[in-house]
Structure formats: structure tokens, C-alpha cells
């Protein structure tokens, strides 16, 4: 089975702390996602990755940082977490040939 | 742009009702694809269905079955004879073409599902 796996699935944070949220696959996926979930606003797309060192900004990048240095892991990282940050985060894979998601079991944040 | 809209926030039945949940996309490409998942209430979302732009076929895998339109720009989920299991988010999603790097997935806002016993 493909599995997403986030790095800690509750972190609790104060305003101006660095974090890392982690994720890693383990189904050699070229593409990686991370979003950020919110009440009424569905999935927001912060950064993608198509390869390796490769990132692309998606709807809602700003204040937020990734990296992507071995293909299976894709971090997100916040430089100096704001209170407007607390969320869930989500991270995806993609399979390609079939544009089928795989996601992550999700990370929530709170920043105090 | 491309834009899903899931019109219904929040759902409620009684078991063993139907439900449908509705989603209207917008897109410039003609080759896209559409997609359901589900969110129950653990977090993990569940991919349920893909469909490309292409295929009208309604779909239909159990109590699930979709009904997708081009003419109306819309891609309908219903549960036929709902289960307190079904409780969860759904989300409805478009994604661009799948032409190797770069493609994107744009998602709805979700439905919340409750199915009460």
C-alpha cells in the first residue's frame, strides 16, 4: 500500500518558533503536495514539488518555506509561525498515470 | 481559472436515506479530470473516484455513483441508502492535464456528511 506519512500529527507552537512539518512516501511519486485545511475554505494549495530540489508556489505561499532534497521527502517549513497559521496541514502524493492523491493523515498546528 | 464549488456546507440524513452532493467546476482546459474524496472523521482523505473529461459514463460501485455532466459543468455524488460510516467530509477536486510535471489540483470547500442513526 502507498503511504504518506506526516511527521507528527499534533504540534503545539508559540508565535515566532521555527517549525518543520515533514512528510515522506514511499511510492518513488515524482509529484508532492502540501496543503493547508481551514473550515470553510477546503484545501488550499501552499507549494508543490515535481522533483527533487524542484518547488513550485501554489495559492498561499507566504510565510511558508519548502524543501524537497530526496524525492520521497517533502518538508514544509514555517520560518517564524504567526498565530494565522494554525491549521491542519495536509501532504500529498501523486501517482501520475492515474492523477490518483495520496494524502497524509494530516498535521495540526496551533500556534499560540 | 479553474474553480470547484461545492455549494452544500453541511448535509444531514437519517440512515438509509439517499443524499446527493453537488459540485460545479470551471475550467478552461478540455482535457481535465475530477475527482471525489473523502475525509472521514480521522483526517486521512480517501480517494473515491476519478473520472476525465472525456468519459460521461455515469459510474456507479456499490451505494456510490456519480453522475458527470459537461454540459452543466457538474460532477454529482450520490449515497444511495446512506450508513452512519458515511459520516465524513467530502471534497470534490479538478485537476489540469496530466502532462508530467506541474499539474495542479484545485478543490472544492468540502460537504460535511452526517448520517444519523
Known amino acids: 500500500d502507498v503511504k504518506v506519512t506526516q511527521s507528527s500529527r499534533y504540534l503545539v507552537k508559540r508565535t515566532g518558533e521555527k517549525v518543520f512539518l515533514e512528510c515522506v512516501q514511499d511510492?518513488?511519486?515524482?509529484?508532492m503536495f502540501w496543503y493547508r485545511q481551514d473550515p470553510g475554505l477546503g484545501l488550499r494549495l501552499i507549494y508543490f514539488s515535481y522533483d527533487v530540489k524542484m518547488k513550485e508556489k501554489g495559492d498561499i505561499p507566504e510565510g511558508y518555506s519548502v524543501s524537497r532534497e530526496k524525492k520521497e521527502r517533502f518538508s514544509l517549513i514555517l520560518e517564524s509561525a504567526s498565530t494565522n497559521q494554525t491549521s491542519m496541514y495536509l501532504c500529498a502524493s501523486v501517482l501520475l498515470n492515474t492523477g490518483e492523491l495520496f494524502f497524509g493523515e494530516g498535521s495540526r498546528l496551533t500556534v499560540l | 481559472a479553474q474553480k470547484v464549488t461545492q455549494a452544500q456546507t453541511e448535509i444531514s440524513v437519517v440512515e438509509k436515506e439517499d443524499v446527493t452532493l453537488d459540485c460545479v467546476y470551471e475550467t478552461r482546459d478540455t482535457t481535465y479530470y475530477l475527482f471525489w474524496y473523502k475525509q472521514p472523521p480521522s483526517g486521512e482523505l480517501v480517494f473515491l473516484i476519478r473520472r476525465n473529461s472525456f468519459d460521461e459514463q455515469n459510474e456507479i460501485s456499490g451505494r456510490y455513483s456519480w453522475n458527470f455532466q459537461k454540459s452543466t459543468s457538474s460532477f454529482n455524488f450520490t449515497i444511495t441508502a446512506s450508513q452512519v460510516v458515511d459520516s465524513a467530509v467530502y471534497f470534490c477536486a479538478l485537476s489540469d492535464p496530466l502532462v508530467g510535471t506541474g499539474n495542479q489540483f484545485y478543490f472544492g470547500t468540502g460537504t460535511s456528511l452526517t448520517v444519523i442513526p
Open positions: 511510492m518513488d511519486h515524482e509529484n
